[in-house]
């Protein structure tokens, strides 16, 4: 599963402080000077799971791989970017390619830290964010309207139920809206899915506070809560920069203590990779032998065959069955052998829907 997420912001909002905690693959520069990110770093990160850990202390495996996904570290947005200000038209362009947005707004003062959108205000600079993200998919979409408008004077009616869809999208974006509002399904999104909008795309803010706000959050970060509840979006409150040191600590016993002196019980970038992984419309299944205790990423709702694909393809083409023990049994049994003994290894065909958690193994022939 080859998903990202774009971290995306204004400048100097902890944006690649926050790619350097979560990635475990790449470290991007972190300064105070606008656009310290031109080219999109990548990382991949582990998704933390407590269920892996628990498989592996049954099973006692050689090995445990966890499962992962990609975070990109996005130059950051200035007013006037759907304009071609700053690295605006670079910056849109990297953000058409992710999957999901996590939006990192300032929640903190501090003088040190360089800001041009004058005093803090997490509101305005998603309002800001938001308008040039809108203003690009207007132009995306005006300009699909023409192609298919010519298509319409040329005697070809099939496109009138595009015409229409593209028509409410430019009303919505005329209105300061995002098309992820509009939740375009069906033949409707087909209308525009070769636009790969900007707003359609699922968003998660963060709301970088500072530490004396870590736990409670502030005056700052609660009002970014209050305006993404009325968008139906997640805000995660977190410092990026103690998350940073969190990430740098070697050991467990080492980051525990850490943890412990700030009074949380675990980084707050296991909140942040969980809820993106919720965000991008993700679960997770595992395999469980001597051998290792594996997590594989799929799309909510694919169906058995499709989830074998993710180990190899073959296991999709040769496809016959799966055995699959719901996490909690196995837990319960604690062996697939009880599990079997007691009727709670099922065998399920090519029509199962693999559910988050399951513990499952393919027969297939090739």
Same mark, same amino acid.
């Given at each position: 599963?080859?998903?990202?997420?774009?971290? *995306?912001?204004?400048?100097?909002?902890?944006?690649?402080?926050?790619?350097?905690?979560?990635?475990?693959?790449?470290?991007?520069?972190?300064?105070?000077?606008?656009?310290?990110?031109?080219?999109?770093? &990548?990382?991949?990160?582990?998704?933390?799971?407590? +269920?892996?850990? =628990?498989?592996?202390?049954? *099973?006692?495996?050689? +090995?445990?791989?966890?499962?992962?996904?990609?975070? &990109?570290? !996005?130059? %950051?947005?200035?007013?006037?970017?759907?304009?071609?200000?700053?690295?605006?038209?670079?910056?849109?362009?990297?953000?058409?390619?992710?999957d999901a947005i996590v939006h990192v707004i300032r929640c903190f003062e501090d003088d040190n830290i360089l800001r041009e959108e004058g005093e803090i205000?997490?509101?305005?600079?998603?309002?800001?964010?938001?308008?040039?993200?809108?203003?690009?998919?207007?132009?995306?979409?005006?300009?699909?309207?023409?192609? *298919?408008?010519?298509?319409? =004077?040329?005697?070809?009616?099939?496109?009138?139920?595009?015409?229409?869809?593209?028509?409410?999208?430019?009303?919505?974006?005329?209105?300061?809206?995002?098309?992820?509002?509009?939740?375009?399904?069906?033949?409707?999104?087909?209308?525009?899915? $070769?636009?790969?909008?900007?707003?359609?795309?699922?968003?998660?803010?963060?709301?970088? &506070?500072?530490?004396?706000?870590?736990?409670?959050?502030? =005056?700052?970060?609660?009002?970014?809560?209050?305006?993404?509840?009325?968008?139906?979006?997640?805000?995660?409150?977190?410092?990026?920069?103690?998350?940073?040191?969190?990430?740098?600590?070697?050991?467990? $016993?080492?980051?525990?203590?850490?943890?412990?002196?700030?009074?949380?019980?675990?980084?707050?970038?296991?909140?942040? !990779? +969980?809820?993106?992984?919720?965000?991008?419309?993700?679960?997770?299944?595992?395999?469980?032998?001597?051998?290792?205790?594996?997590?594989?990423?799929?799309? +909510?709702?694919?169906?058995?065959?499709?989830?074998?694909?993710?180990?190899?393809?073959?296991?999709?083409?040769?496809?016959?069955?799966?055995?699959?023990?719901?996490?909690?049994?196995?837990?319960?049994?604690?062996?697939?052998?009880?599990?079997?003994?007691?009727?709670?290894?099922?065998?399920? %065909? =090519?029509?199962? *829907?693999?559910?988050?958690?399951?513990?499952?193994?393919?027969?297939?022939?090739?």
């Open positions: 599963m080859a998903l990202q997420a774009g971290i *995306v912001g204004l400048p100097n909002v902890g944006k690649s402080t926050l790619f350097n905690a979560v990635s475990n693959s790449a470290k991007a520069q972190a300064s105070n000077y606008r656009f310290c990110t031109i080219e999109p770093n &990548v990382g991949q990160v582990d998704v933390p799971d407590e +269920r892996l850990a =628990k498989l592996a202390e049954l *099973v006692q495996p050689q +090995r445990i791989l966890p499962t992962t996904f990609e975070f &990109v570290d !996005i130059a %950051g947005l200035v007013r006037g970017a759907s304009k071609g200000e700053g690295l605006g038209n670079k910056f849109l362009a990297n953000i058409r390619e992710v205000n997490p509101v305005g600079d998603k309002e800001i964010i938001d308008t040039e993200l809108q203003l690009k998919d207007l132009e995306s979409v005006e300009k699909k309207m023409q192609r *298919v408008e010519k298509l319409l =004077k040329a005697g070809d009616p099939k496109n009138k139920r595009a015409y229409e869809v593209l028509q409410r999208c430019q009303q919505h974006l005329g209105e300061g809206k995002n098309i992820r509002g509009l939740q375009l399904e069906g033949e409707d999104a087909e209308a525009t899915a $070769d636009l790969f909008l900007l707003t359609e795309k699922p968003v998660l803010y963060v709301a970088n &506070v500072d530490e004396a706000a870590l736990l409670t959050g502030n =005056k700052y970060s609660d009002i970014l809560v209050k305006v993404a509840e009325e968008e139906g979006a997640q805000v995660i409150v977190m410092n990026n920069s103690i998350e940073a040191q969190i990430s740098e600590l070697e050991t467990v $016993d080492d980051k525990e203590l850490f943890l412990s002196e700030y009074g949380l019980t675990e980084p707050g970038l296991n909140r942040l !990779i +969980r809820s993106t992984y919720t965000l991008l419309n993700l679960i997770t299944y595992f395999t469980a032998g001597v051998q290792e205790v594996r997590a594989w990423t799929i799309l +909510r709702g694919w169906k058995a065959p499709q989830a074998a694909s993710v180990i190899h393809t073959d296991f999709e083409k040769g496809f016959i069955k799966a055995e699959v023990i719901a996490y909690k049994d196995y837990v319960q049994y604690k062996t697939e052998a009880a599990c079997r003994e007691n009727g709670k290894l099922r065998i399920e %065909g =090519k029509e199962y *829907v693999v559910q988050d958690g399951d513990v499952m193994h393919f027969r297939f022939n090739v």
